[in-house]
């Protein structure tokens, strides 16, 4: 393992570096493989407001092969292949982003904004998880617990296998759900990463007990995802070259919501990941409201980013302010993540 080597501290360094030069190395080679392969047919939800629909309209879609693929190797270089962690979080990262290019492969293919069903995604989502889960309750006899702002663990026996399963599964979608304006979703990426990782590392280093803190690998990977994530911005900025896509943000999802599982800090990951909530809260509220009263709505058009955009803010406007939101949240995170580990 090439980070018993150099020292934990380093090679995170050594993992984000790596994986942002490939990021940036890569990305405009992957754009132009999935401009003529797409060809301009990713479609865009027409209850959104004329501007945002003519400006993306020829973006590609799928970007999060950008993300992805850096992310996977610099982790294969600088994490330990022999270690069962870094195993159930690559094979989570894996079906998961296959589902997520199968919907983005539907979508531009039969120009309809729908692609998988929801009943289908939401089953294979619920299949995927359940592999890791299981996997996970069988390598650690404290899978029932969880730390709430404390060091100790507290059981919460029965009720925390569906919890586990919102977790994973919610995070998956939130992120899908985020991912609607151009860099709106990979700020909070990068936050939630970077606060997974330090409490990875500081569980790590003080015993914090945890499943997957036997070794650096969750950090490693964290910095990796980080790494790549910033060269994808470059990229996802606005007018955005790419799209992320439900390749990128279901996987990505699904992927930080397993960290948190098995770093048992779930609820900093909600915290820090604000913003995430923020967009699946409001969708969950329209869509609830919406059926309750037969049609009246709380929001113009949900997830609320699009609320804001058809009142009339800006779009780089919407998505500063976000991230503005996302990197207070961490700051917020990270004391509850010193406090935890004092």
Known sequence: MLSTAVGALPSYFCSFLLSAVLGFAMAPYIIVALQNVQKGRHPIRGCLPAAHVAQKRGVPSMGGIIILL????????????????IWVILATLAPFAILGGVDDYLKFTKQDTKGVGLGVKLFAQLFMTSAALIFLSHNSSDFT????FSKDL?????????????????SSNS????????????????????????????SLQLG??????????????????????????????????????????????ASLGLMSVMLKCELIY??????????????????AYCRLTKGRKIFLVAPVHHHFEKAGLKEATIVTRAWVIAVVSFVISLAVIIYVHR
């Open 208 to 253: 914090t007990e945890a499943i997957g803190a036997t070794n650096a690998n969750i950090p490693i990977f964290c910095a990796a995802l980080v790494g790549s994530a910033l060269s994808f911005l470059w990229f996802n900025a606005h007018p955005a070259k790419v799209f992320m896509g439900d390749l990128g943000s279901l996987s990505i999802g």
């Open 70 to 85: 850096p992310c996977v190797l610099s982790t294969a270089v600088f994490g330990d292949l022999h270690s069962q962690d």
């Open 154 to 170: 507290i059981d919460l026996g029965w009720v925390y296998v569906p919890f586990a399963y919102i977790v994973v599964v919610g």
């Open 175 to 202: 992120v899908n759900l985020t991912d609607g304006l151009d860099g709106l979703a990979i700020v909070p990426v990068m936050t939630s990463a970077t606060a997974l990782g330090i409490t990875g590392h500081l």
């Open 145 to 148: 617990s969880t730390h709430i």
């Open 270 to 287: 909600a915290i820090a990941g604000s913003v995430f909530v923020a967009e699946a809260l409001s969708t969950m509220a329209q869509v």
